[in-house]
């Protein structure tokens, strides 16, 4: 499926596992989401109240992922293309492993410009060395596991180009 979506920043976020015990979004998370003209979700919100509660912020595009209940498998797909402005997106959830990534994933949306995934809960921002292609994953905002900080990724799509940053998140 391929929608086209007229946005200029993109706030993109994954592996929210929400809701769990007191977990939120750390509010420099949720001040992004506001700002944001298009909302992307990697997968593994657990719910679907969560991907309703992210509405109320803007437009949503996302997809399920591996812990995701029943009512979001049927709410989302597990993988999603989209063009944004004259960007071309692929969306996933778990991109296997980080050997040979890139190429795979290249592979798997033919044609897309760069693929956000989640999953691994581990930030990643990698670009073709033959150029233009680039894979991203925003880390977690709520779950950050080994890794040093909560984040979340913002993207600004300008002049047909997309670019991509890491953003660390207080708690």
């Known amino acids: 499926m391929i929608r086209c979506v007229a946005a200029r920043t993109i706030a993109i976020i994954s592996d929210t596992h929400l ?3 007191d977990r939120t979004l750390p509010a420099d998370c949720v001040s ?13 919100l657990s719910v679907a109240g969560v991907f309703e509660q992210l509405r109320a912020f803007g437009e949503v595009a996302a997809v399920h992922g591996n812990v995701d209940d029943a009512a979001v498998r049927a709410l989302l797909p597990p993988r999603l293309e989209l063009t944004v402005e004259d960007i071309r997106l692929g969306v996933v959830h778990d991109a296997g492993p980080a050997s040979g990534r890139l190429a795979r994933l290249r592979r ?3 044609g897309a410009d760069a693929v956000i995934f989640g999953h691994s809960h581990i930030p990643l921002l990698e670009r073709d060395p033959a150029g233009g292609f680039q894979i991203f994953n925003p880390g977690s905002p ?3 596991r080994r890794q040093p900080n909560y984040t979340m990724g913002w993207a600004l799509v300008d002049g047909g180009e997309i670019s991509f940053e890491l953003v660390e998140l207080g708690r």
Request: net charge neutral.
């Open 19 to 21: 809701p769990r015990g």
């Open 142 to 144: 709520t779950d950050k």
């Open 32 to 44: 992004r989401l506001h700002a944001a003209d298009l909302i992307i979700h990697a997968g593994d």
């Open 108 to 110: 798997a949306f033919a």
